[in-house]
């Protein structure tokens, strides 16, 4: 169960927004505003640093238009430790005097659950919905209004593999698994053991580490097997999160650990152990081909979509929905914006992209042979065609992944997975009903 101190904290802290929005949107009325060159403020961008480590510097260097126009108006970037932004951003929002005027973070909470995100101006929602990828642009949205600019665009899952282990294995690298059944055949021939002890998976699974990631690495075997984390309507979690698919995608994973002894929980993550040779495949998001390059250069690897389940195509599921947002609560709102419309555009994107190595936000640039010539394009264009697949964006989908993501750890630790599944349910309903 939730912590009641916890509980009582956020309580408070919905009541300090409510209260401060309020009292800023009374200040604003009673100030007129000053001529765009005249303007003086400071305005606060933070950036939760971890796989946007490029991105705060690139920015400084690419607002010309916005200081062009407000030439008074300081910009000051912080980047936040990612272990600790959550703190910091609870810490923040609390103050009016440290709180940013515009911050990166996952909108179903900040936007839907704390209230602190802004809904865009409306040139700028029909900009991003008819400009922004299709596949992932609910996630971006406060009942049905974009509140948060993507920070890339992440279509799910891909199937890495390594094509020298591959051909060891007598398998042919152009020829990968297509099927979730094939998938668990491949895995047996690729992995090494030394007696009980797997030396090498076949295919890496996330086991460990923060449970909301464990959740999402796990949401391609829920839906190849049809099941789901809760309801559309973000009623329920019953019938779904225990239903016999969600079970079957779970066992499916304990299986290859307990029962074909083709992965381990103890040789490490499956980034690493792909990067070191440790893994022969593991299903990453299509930044991961960009991580390879810089910090594996050696490791020969070949990106698919990820295989057909016995329900289908595992469509693209976001539990993390990271964006810029605008802060509701800001003296600065309108120059927040101005900010926004300086970054938020085809070639800013792109070049971003690159610099990052992940995949662009705009439709358009999905077209440019940055994309087109990317090893995972083949995966890219299937996760396009395939479309969008369960939209996990109820206000507290973050602390439901926590407890998600608990669960699925213990499966794979060997705890019997409908046993394990039944008894999170009240939790999970519980954060659904406080969203409501």
């Not at 640093?49 to 991105?55: H, V």
């Not at 059944?181 to 992995?191: S, V």
């Not at 940055?370 to 989908?397: H, L, M, S, W």
């Not at 699925?408 to 939790?427: H, R």
Request: glycine residues 8%.
């Amino acid at each position: 169960m939730i912590k009641e101190d916890h509980l009582m904290h956020r309580r408070s802290f919905l009541i300090l927004a409510t209260g401060s929005l309020a009292m800023t949107a009374l200040a604003a009325c009673s100030q007129p505003a000053a001529p765009a060159g005249d303007r003086e403020a400071t305005l606060k961008v933070w950036n939760p640093q971890d796989n946007w480590r490029k991105t705060t510097k690139f920015y400084d260097g690419r607002v010309q238009a916005f200081t062009d126009k407000y030439p008074k108006v300081k910009v000051e970037y912080v980047d936040v430790p990612y272990g600790q932004y959550e703190a910091r951003y609870t810490s923040g929002f609390s103050s009016s005097s440290d709180a940013p005027d515009i911050f990166m973070g996952q909108v179903s909470y900040y936007g839907g659950a704390m209230g602190i995100a802004a809904l865009a101006p409306d040139e700028l929602q029909k900009t991003w919905e008819e400009k922004l990828s299709s596949v992932t642009r609910d996630n971006f949205k406060v009942d049905g209004k974009w509140a948060g600019y993507p920070v890339s665009t992440d279509l799910g899952m891909q199937l890495y593999y390594n094509t020298e282990h591959f051909v060891a294995a007598g398998l042919d690298p152009k020829s990968p698994p297509k099927t979730f059944a094939e998938l668990r055949q491949f895995a047996g021939d690729l992995a090494k053991r030394d007696g009980e002890k797997v030396t090498r998976n076949g295919l890496a699974l996330r086991y460990s580490g923060n449970p909301t990631g464990i959740a999402d690495k796990a949401l391609p075997y829920v839906h190849a097997f049809g099941g789901r984390l809760y309801s559309e309507d973000h009623k329920t979690s019953k019938g779904f999160i225990n239903s016999e698919a969600t079970v079957a995608g779970i066992q499916y994973m304990q299986d290859l650990i307990t029962k074909d002894r083709v992965t381990s929980l103890e040789l490490g993550s499956p980034d690493d152990t792909f990067a070191q040779g440790l893994s022969s495949m593991t299903m990453r998001e299509g930044w991961y081909e960009g991580w390879l390059k810089q910090n594996a250069p050696t490791v020969e690897f070949g990106v698919v979509p990820y295989p057909e389940g016995p329900e289908g195509y595992p469509k693209v599921s976001l539990l993390f929905n990271w964006a810029w947002m605008v802060n509701d609560r800001s003296n600065n709102k309108d120059l927040a914006w101005e900010w926004m419309r300086a970054v938020a555009n085809p070639a800013t994107d792109l070049e971003l992209a690159k610099l990052e190595g992940y995949l662009p936000v705009w439709n358009e640039n999905f077209a440019t042979p940055y994309v087109t010539e990317r090893r995972d394009f083949q995966a890219v264009e299937k996760q396009i065609a395939e479309g969008g697949g369960p939209v996990y964006n109820a206000p507290y989908t973050n602390q439901i992944a926590l407890v998600v993501g608990s669960a699925i750890e213990k499966c794979l630790q060997g705890a019997e997975v409908k046993q394990t599944l039944d008894g999170i349910v009240s939790q999970v309903d519980e954060l659904l009903e406080r969203g409501r």
